[in-house]
C-alpha cells in the first residue's frame, strides 16, 4: 500500500472537481470551457465545451473510479470507495 499523502501535500494538488482525478502541471488534462479556453477546475472527462460530459450523481461518480483510484493507491476497492465518499463531498461539484 502506498502512503498516504499529508494534508498539506493534498492542498497543493489540482484535483478535478468532479472526478477527483489528479491534474497537477499538466493542463492536457483539463477541461474546456464554452469558448474553447481550459478549465482548470474540472478534467476533459468530466467538462466539455462549457458542460458536464455526465449526469453523474456523486455515488455513480464514485462507483466509476473506485477500482482506478484502488490501483492507483494500492487499495482494495472497498477501502477506496471509502477514501472517495470522505473526499467527493470536499470536490465543488459534490457540494
Known amino acids: 500500500m502506498k502512503e498516504k499523502l499529508s494534508q498539506e501535500e ?3 494538488m489540482n484535483f478535478c ?3 477527483g482525478m489528479v491534474m497537477q502541471h499538466d493542463d492536457s488534462k483539463y477541461g474546456t470551457n464554452k469558448d474553447g479556453s481550459k478549465n482548470s477546475e474540472y478534467c476533459y472527462y468530466c467538462y466539455e465545451g462549457g458542460a ?9 461518480m464514485i462507483e ?8 492507483a493507491l494500492g487499495l482494495e476497492v472497498e477501502e477506496a470507495k471509502k477514501e472517495l465518499f470522505a473526499f467527493f463531498p470536499t470536490l465543488k461539484r459534490w457540494q
Open 10 to 12: 493534498l492542498e497543493k
Open 17 to 19: 472537481q468532479s472526478c
Open 52 to 60: 458536464f460530459t455526465t449526469d453523474d450523481t456523486m455515488e455513480s
Open 64 to 71: 466509476m473510479v473506485a477500482k482506478p483510484t484502488a490501483d
